[in-house]
């Protein structure tokens, strides 16, 4: 049962533009979505976060949007940069009391290429 | 300051042998989190440790335990490797916003 779930294993955007991330998930108990850039060899980096009682974060170039009524968040990227190129992992956590609290739940990652 | 620090990078183990890994939390972090990454797949939970206590386990065996010290260090041990053990694992601290370290790429072979 795949609680997080990024659909799109890939996504190719040319540098100077949006690039979209998206990810769904099924749990309607989480209250805290992340975002985070993987490179190879590399542990993952922390990019953004939003709580549910919040439906936009802005961070920079970066900002995340959730949907709660579509169990939906998304990642936008302006400008995209080809430094950017990485994957990118969706997570999704609850707060204190649960048997979940302290797991983190991730999607499987979108590969990211910005071209030049 | 120092970040999540893990070791080794990388080892590689025969089937049915046993592995440590070990992970330091940032300074001041009482909690450590530990993950797996198989080959293409997202990170999956494996435990978290906080005080000493062992607090949540993911769905893994229970040849996957681990501990953590007074320091609040963390070692996760794997008994009679598969090779489906092969993966990165990576650990945490901090939660929900996790600071991870750089990870050890486990082979199996």
């Known amino acids: 049962d795949q609680q997080v779930k990024q659909n799109s294993p890939s996504l190719s955007v040319q540098e100077g533009r949006i690039s979209i991330l998206n990810c769904d998930y099924t749990?309607?108990?989480?209250?805290?979505f992340l975002w985070y850039k993987k490179y190879p060899a590399e542990g993952p980096t922390f990019l953004i976060s939003i709580s549910s009682i919040k439906d936009k974060n802005e961070d920079g170039r970066f900002t995340v949007f959730l949907n709660k009524s579509a169990k939906h968040l998304s990642l936008h990227i302006v400008p995209s940069q080809p430094g950017d190129s990485a994957v990118y992992f969706c997570?999704?956590?609850?707060?204190?009391?649960?048997?979940?609290?302290?797991?983190?739940?991730f999607g499987q990652g979108t590969i990211l290429t910005v071209h030049p | 300051e120092a970040g999540v620090t893990q070791s080794p990078t990388h080892l590689i183990k025969t089937r049915g042998q046993q592995v440590t890994l070990r992970c330091s939390p940032i300074s001041g972090h009482t909690s450590v989190y530990w993950y797996q990454q198989a080959l293409g797949l997202g990170l999956q939970f494996l435990l978290w440790y906080d005080e000493g206590e062992e607090r949540n386990r993911g769905n893994f065996p229970p040849r996957f335990s681990g501990r953590q010290f007074p320091n609040y260090s963390s070692e996760l041990n794997v008994n009679a490797l598969e090779l489906e053990d092969s993966a990165l694992y990576l650990c945490a601290s901090s939660y929900p916003r996790a600071f991870f370290g750089q990870g050890t790429r486990l082979t199996v072979v």
């Open positions: 749990n309607s108990m989480f209250d805290y």
């Open positions: 997570a999704a956590g609850r707060g204190a009391g649960g048997t979940s609290y302290g797991k983190l739940t």
